[in-house]
């Protein structure tokens, strides 16, 4: 047989076989269809428990207190139930949820209680959201109210301006005026700020407007209130203002303290009325009352400076006898001018006195201390 004849036969047979399907290969597919018949002709089944989504703690309780509210509450139910949450995100969204109900808007109370939330829970954010709203006129006002949102914004740098919006607002209504916390909280964020001296003029004229203010207002300052105002004027060193405050205290029923003559003191000695601050200093001594060692150590430096040294050296025995210790620089400064003006024996004695009686001098600042002493003497 020819080799042509034998490829055509060979042909014609791959092609019956090929129009064949195995016995194997036909049960499998006949299998597989009646298995998809049965698949998509059976009811869909019930889905496997743990891909159902569970609700997590929070909006259990969320769900919880929304149960308790019954339709028709009042302020005061939205207040408890804002007051009885620890979560302030939770109380937030209770807080949300009752302001969208029919028949229902938020008081001042409400807004106050979610501010107070906001605040000790560290939401900053939800809080400055929420005095925006009380701002733009979402509630009636309120003074405490308000003057929680003053103290709020007094302790943010970038809310300062915002505390004082609302303190005019306060000024403007009929009802809700600024009180005695209002001017406490704005007084005593102005003095945070009188750091550098060029610094204390620029916000002396907020102290002078906001006393002003306080006075035409009928509200009567306390002993805190009026040595904050005393203490901005000595500061930027005028001392005549401070004094004034001073002599008023008395037509408001208050008493100075301690603090009162310290800033007094420190004031007219940088100013360099050394004689007034040494008297004021004594009138705190006679009552009975305690200087702070930063005026004791501006008094000792300026009293030695100005050649008084007697005087300088009872003010450090007497700071020495009240538990309070110079520094270095208060004892070189006195050290030095009893050196300078020939008194170096004295100096070596007093040296040695206040070795004795400060605890906190130690060896090391002693032998600094002596060095100088014996260095100034040979000069």
């Not at 004229?205 to 002993?223: C, E, F, N, Y």
């Not at 070189?332 to 400060?358: F, I, M, P, Q, S």
Request: aromatic share 8%; net charge positive; with cysteine.
């Amino acid at each position: 047989m020819s080799a042509t004849l034998r490829r055509i036969i060979l042909l014609s047979s791959v092609k019956r076989a090929g129009n064949l399907t195995p016995p194997c290969l036909s049960s499998a597919v006949s299998r597989l269809s009646i298995s998809f018949s049965s698949v998509s002709s059976s009811p869909p089944s019930n889905p496997s428990p743990s891909r159902i989504r569970t609700r997590t703690p929070l909006e259990t309780q969320f769900e919880t207190w929304i149960q308790n509210l019954k339709p028709g509450f009042t302020h005061s139910d939205v207040v408890a139930a804002l007051r009885a949450q620890s979560d302030p995100d939770l109380a937030y969204d209770i807080f949300r949820w009752t302001a969208q109900q029919r028949g229902y808007k938020h008081n001042h109370e409400a807004y106050h209680t979610m501010i107070k939330q906001a605040i000790t829970g560290k939401r900053n954010k939800f809080a400055e959201t929420l005095i925006d709203e009380v701002v733009a006129g979402a509630c009636e006002m309120s003074v405490p109210l308000y003057n929680t949102i003053i103290r709020f914004c007094c302790g943010r740098k970038f809310l300062f301006n915002r505390a004082f919006d609302v303190y005019n607002k306060m000024l403007r209504s009929d009802d809700s005026r600024p009180d005695l916390e209002t001017y406490t909280l704005l007084l005593s964020s102005l003095l945070k700020r009188f750091n550098k001296l060029n610094v204390c003029y620029v916000y002396l004229h907020a102290v002078r407007s906001l006393t002003k203010q306080m006075k035409s207002s009928g509200v009567i300052p306390d002993t805190y209130v009026l040595n904050m105002i005393i203490k901005a004027y000595a500061k930027c060193l005028e001392v005549d203002e401070a004094i004034r405050v001073f002599r008023e205290m008395a037509l408001y029923g208050s008493e100075p303290n301690a603090y009162t003559y310290g800033y007094l003191t420190k004031g007219l000695c940088e100013k360099g009325r050394v004689a007034q601050g040494l008297g004021f200093y004594k009138e705190m001594r006679s009552k009975g009352m305690v200087p702070s060692g930063s005026s004791y150590m501006v008094l000792i430096c300026i009293l030695a400076m100005e050649r008084r040294l007697d005087e300088a050296v009872e003010v450090v025995f007497d700071m020495l006898a009240n538990s309070l210790s110079p520094d270095m620089l208060t004892y070189n400064t006195v050290l030095a001018e009893l050196c300078r003006e020939g008194r170096g024996n004295e100096a070596l004695e007093l040296l040695e006195e206040c070795k004795k009686r400060d605890p906190v001098m130690g060896e090391r600042n002693h032998r600094t201390l002596m060095d100088e002493v014996y260095f100034l003497n040979k000069g």
